[in-house]
């Protein structure tokens, strides 16, 4: 699409200053380890879904080809009975725990449904579950499904008084001897808003309650640690900054100095000390694999640990840096470019308050959303009722990116192609 010259930016040129943190960027050379995609799409999605490693597609080709084509049934012990094992021990060293702590398992809901349960059967006195009304609808009905099943148990979800921000010291207040389990997302899926883990953790140990992470927005995008911060449980999807694919499985993290309290509820033979033999009685294995319960889904297990590699040779916490510098770059763009458009920042303004993506509010949010993917090359995404996300990738979202995006948009604001589309809510990424 043709674009509109909109001046300097402020102090220096916006496209020349983007081009200058790009080539001081430590990280420039990873989007090269991508796929490629258009050649002239800006992929600001990767909170949703990351892009595809291209070491995957090969490593993908050679588990179908040669391990279950050539090896097939041979291939359970020679690579795939501890692939979620081994994988899980990689993960761990990206989120602060120990390799015997972590396991990837089913989905983040049904990890989370797990975990939940257990807690709950672990804390059998106490009736009280506490949230907030920003964690993600899924992790509230998963909550409430676990809440009902184990029966007598009341959820409290605490309100944000901005929509924004954690309501840190309600929760806390709202923390008794009566809760069983605090239970929240470390970055919060709208606003990015992020969570002090450590401080959240403690006050809900004072009270003697068990705290259950869900990582989905920060496992890959910023330093976490679980084990430092005396967490007890944690989930979190793998298909985010991870870049594992769509609906790979998820990482399940119990800690160690709770491991003996905390059973699964779901047993299956993929968690039995002694799957082989066969027994009508269940014996849980005495590891965190007692967690798994199913046959691991092994084609989407495989396609992780490509994407976890290039996680862990970047950094985490350089990819945290380029994160920052992102967004931060982005609010001073959008406060000179956007805001007089009607934009507004719907994310935390200070950096050690968020993840690694950005809300931007605006009335005509979804109609503009359609018309950045459909004429502007930019993909987004949208969250009722008028939130346009952001989704800054380190490992292969650049500062021009970041540039051009916000000057497309206001390309596209100009030219009023967004009033071209009705309130039809049909997903379109």
């Given amino acids: 699409m043709d674009l509109i010259d909109l001046g300097p930016f402020p102090l220096v040129d916006g496209h020349a200053e983007a081009k200058r943190r790009d080539g001081a960027d430590p990280l420039r050379g990873f989007a090269g380890w991508f796929a490629p995609i258009e050649p002239d799409l800006i992929y600001l999605d990767g909170n949703s879904l990351g892009r595809l490693p291209a070491a995957t597609a090969s490593h993908i080709q050679e588990v179908v080809e040669h391990e279950w084509g ?17 994988i899980g021990s990689s993960v761990a060293a990206l989120i602060g725990a120990e390799p015997s702590e972590v396991v990837i398992s089913d989905s983040t809901s049904v990890a989370l449904f797990k975990l939940t349960v257990a807690a709950l059967q672990a804390r059998p006195g106490r009736r009280r579950i506490v949230t907030d009304d920003l964690n993600f609808p899924t992790d509230v009905y998963v909550t409430t499904a676990a809440a009902n099943l184990v029966g007598g148990r009341e959820i409290v979800t605490v309100p944000s008084s901005d929509g924004i921000h954690g309501p840190v010291e309600k929760i806390i207040a709202a923390l008794d001897d009566d809760t069983a389990l605090l239970t929240l997302s470390h970055v919060v899926f709208k606003s990015g808003y992020l969570y002090d883990m450590a401080r959240l953790t403690r006050a809900a140990h004072n009270v003697g309650a068990l705290v259950l992470w869900d990582l989905s927005h920060s496992v890959g995008a910023l330093p976490i640690d679980l084990d430092g911060a005396a967490a007890d449980l944690a989930v979190g999807c793998t298909y985010k900054y991870l870049n594992g694919g769509p609906g790979s499985p998820a990482l399940l993290y119990v800690n160690r100095r709770v491991d003996g309290d905390i059973d699964n509820p779901l047993a299956g033979w993929w968690g039995h000390a002694r799957p082989f033999e066969f027994d009508l009685a269940y014996t849980p294995a005495p590891s965190i694999r007692r967690f798994q319960t199913g046959t691991m889904p092994t084609l989407s297990l495989s396609a992780i640990g490509p994407g976890v590699a290039l996680t862990a040779e970047a950094g985490i916490d350089r990819i945290r840096a380029k994160s920052i510098g992102l967004t931060e770059f982005f ?4 406060k000179v470019y956007l805001e007089p458009l009607g934009f507004q920042l719907a994310s935390p303004p200070e950096s050690a308050d968020r993840g690694s993506h950005i809300s931007l509010r605006h009335p005509d949010g979804w109609r503009i959303v359609r018309a950045m993917i459909e004429h502007g090359n930019i993909i987004p995404d949208f969250r009722e009722p008028d939130n346009i996300r952001f989704g800054f990738t380190p490992l292969y979202t650049s500062f021009v990116d970041v540039h051009t995006a916000v000057i497309r948009i206001v390309t596209l604001m100009s030219a009023g192609a967004h009033l071209g589309y009705g309130n039809d809510r049909t997903p379109v990424t």
């Fill in 70 to 86: 050539e090896r097939i049934i041979r291939s359970w012990p020679e690579r795939w009975w501890d692939l979620a094992d081994d």
């Fill in 331 to 334: 609010i001073e763009l959008s």
